[in-house]
């Protein structure tokens, strides 16, 4: 085991795969020379070449694009965008061509490509760094979406994802790129469907993905000294959802909180919930309970933007009021 | 080219004609449903590009793509013309199993990569092709079919700028036709001649051609394959064309002039290669009528026939093929609790 952080799980799961399979190729901006924003590709241009760890122009839909298509001629892209704002450029090229393409080809031709990037508020970065657009992946057919919350999934599911014979979307954080974990030093890989219950509780669920698992889990120490036993789930995989994980817990504690960093209108907050009224609703003692951002672009001042994304505090705040104590 | 290659190519334009003629039949007997883009009026072009490049050989062959208009991409590259109808027929049998309709054919047998209605968005897709071609070292390249349209859009700029700079082994085919949809080049387009916007902008060797005379075309093309595999560079070849029906099925021309129609029928490609067969004794007009009819009995008693017997999709297959149907749980999980 070596404590490592998420940026550097991401970096070994990439070195790995290349070392793996020479059709295996990274494409993004500044991810070659530079060695990368978040510093996931760290080393691998002087390693694999200027071939395999290709330095983008800031093209983002037509990058993706060449990815799509060098991947339904047997190649394995891993393509980064630098911030999932502007991975709305490349809507195009990811929603109506990969994750419609073995579809629409009646599964002649697929489209293996993993797309990575970061979706979340950092500090301060104001309207046009800070989307959070999981939702907005979660409701395409034809794609694979997950949300790794710690270097354990960052590094095992990168590595599934580009095994797979599906488009994925692997949504980061920029608030997690340092958070460090111990991790095997044997090669392994985590499966890209499933939630997973993260801390067993007995009195209420908190469902978070990303990095709103975090949230959740210090809300369950607050909680705990408050005599309260909660249980946390990592939703881990937006598409397809584990609601069978789901139920099972809600079912135990018949009381649930869904943590989210999106905007709360037709978010995962409202999926998950749906899912637990369709799934075992006569189980709940109580209201589900929503935590999500304000409906605004997220503003640049400190204290503005503090208020409108989600914290421990509204987290534990929350929990109280599903559990009736406020 | 040789006597008997030239009798071919000009029974395969004639066979191309009387497809698309027999598609608008069944699209108006509502065996067909959707969106329709007939390619006829524009048969030298893709019959003379491929007719030049490795297509018909299988996956050893270059790949071609294109937009919405692609049936006849399609058959040249290889794909069976029995399954290009039955997919119009929405069959289980049809190239993309009956998901995918007019639009969107596809073939991996035949290297056919697929036809796509978002304008301009093969452009990328094709650069890819060639970039895994590159990478892999096969000498295959791939070539893109697009009309003058779609150089409108972002990725027709993002896409000449990357395949330059990248040495990508594509060749882009402009299908110059005049019009976007209903819009003339003139009211939309500030440089009309499409091959100007890549040669000093995104430093990509470029030329213009008549797209009517396949021999032309095929000579043209000929100079721009070998260039593009040779030297594993780019090349934006632009050929100029017409389309003699609407954009698609429903579209009533109402942008255009009878007399502009007639002007390009009197250079229709089919026309062009027939009247020079003709006379210089290639073919005589006997072997043509032979032809036809050979090309009308195939169509219904064998293509029409197959899509009209073939089964439906099966109901409970609707989700089939969304995802990988057999995935890999060592991938996929599910996660060991």
């Excluded at chain 1, 409906?295 to 599903?322: M, R, S």
């Excluded at chain 2, 796509?116 to 070292?137: I, N, R």
Aim: charged share 25%.
């Amino acid at each position: 085991m070596s404590e490592i952080a998420y940026w550097e799980a991401i970096r070994r799961a990439h070195d790995e795969e290349m070392a793996n399979d020479p059709l295996v190729i990274a494409m993004g901006e500044d991810i070659g020379v530079a060695g990368g924003t978040y510093k996931a590709t760290l080393g691998l241009y002087d390693k694999y070449g200027e071939a395999r760890v290709i330095d983008t122009p800031i093209s983002e839909n037509s990058y993706t694009g060449i990815g799509i298509g060098a991947s339904m001629v047997g190649m394995r892209p891993i393509i980064e965008i630098m911030s999932i704002n502007f991975a709305l450029l490349a809507l195009d090229t990811l929603v109506n061509a990969a994750a419609k393409i073995r579809y629409m080809s009646g599964g002649r031709v697929s489209c293996p490509i993993v797309m990575r990037t970061p979706g979340g508020t950092a500090h301060q970065l104001a309207a046009q760094h800070s989307a959070r657009l999981a939702r907005m992946f979660m409701s395409t057919s034809g794609l694979r979406v997950v949300t790794p919350r710690g270097p354990i999934d960052a590094y095992g599911m990168l590595k599934s994802a580009v095994r797979c014979n599906d488009p994925v979307i692997i949504i980061e954080h920029e608030r997690m790129y340092n958070l460090k974990e111990e991790v095997p030093d044997e090669e392994f890989f985590r499966p890209l469907e499933g939630a997973e219950v993260v801390r067993v509780g007995e009195d209420i669920t908190l469902i978070g993905y990303n990095f709103s698992v975090h949230l959740c889990l210090e809300a369950a120490k607050r909680l705990e000294a408050d005599g309260i036993s909660a249980e946390v789930v990592d939703l881990r995989v937006l598409k397809p959802i584990d609601r069978e994980t789901i139920r099972r817990s809600v079912e135990k504690t018949h009381r649930v909180l869904i943590a989210e960093e999106d905007e709360a209108p037709v978010g995962v907050g409202a999926e998950i919930i749906t899912g637990i009224m369709e799934d075992c609703f006569f189980a709940l003692d109580s209201q589900p309970v929503r935590i999500h951002a304000a409906d605004v672009p997220v503003p640049y001042n400190h204290t503005l933007e503090k208020e409108a994304i989600p914290d421990v505090d509204d987290v534990y705040q929350g929990a109280l009021k599903a559990l009736g104590k406020i | 080219m040789n006597d008997a290659d030239k009798k071919r190519l000009l029974r395969e334009m004639i066979f191309y004609r009387r497809f698309e003629d027999r598609c608008f039949e069944a699209y108006m007997e509502r065996k067909i449903g959707g969106f329709l883009h007939l390619y006829s009026g524009q048969e030298a072009v893709a019959t003379g590009v491929l007719e030049m490049a490795n297509v018909g050989v299988g996956e050893k062959g270059d790949y071609v793509i294109t937009g919405y208009r692609d049936h006849v991409h399609a058959m040249k590259a290889g794909a069976p013309p029995k399954e290009i109808m039955a997919e119009l027929y929405g069959k289980e049998t049809g190239s993309s199993r009956g998901r995918g309709g007019s639009m969107h054919i596809f073939d991996p047998t035949a290297n056919f990569m697929g036809g796509y209605a978002l304008v301009g968005q093969p452009f990328p897709l094709a650069a890819g092709l060639a970039m895994g071609c590159k990478h892999k070292k096969t000498n295959q390249i791939a070539i893109c079919f697009l009309g003058d349209g779609a150089n409108n859009q972002g990725t027709f700029h993002e896409t000449m700028n990357m395949a330059s700079v990248w040495n990508l082994p594509v060749l882009f085919v402009c299908e110059n036709n005049g019009y976007a949809i209903g819009t003339h080049i003139d009211r939309s387009t500030a440089q009309k001649d499409q091959y100007k916007r890549v040669d000093t902008a995104y430093n990509m060797k470029s030329s213009q051609h008549d797209g009517m005379d396949i021999e032309i075309v095929m000579e043209a093309a000929k100079k721009a394959v070998d260039y593009v595999r040779k030297e594993s560079k780019p090349y934006f070849i632009e050929f100029m064309t017409y389309r003699y029906r609407g954009h698609s099925m429903s579209d009533a021309k109402g942008y255009r002039t009878k007399e502009e129609e007639a002007e390009w029928e009197k250079r229709d490609p089919i026309k062009i290669l027939t009247e020079r067969l003709l006379k210089a004794g290639v073919v005589k007009q006997d072997e043509i009528k032979q032809m036809e009819n050979e090309i009308q009995d195939e169509i219904e008693n064998e293509i029409i026939k197959f899509a009209e017997e073939s089964p439906e999709p099966n109901v409970a297959d609707l989700t089939k093929y969304v995802l990988d149907d057999n995935p890999d749980p060592r991938w996929i999980g599910p996660l060991q609790k």
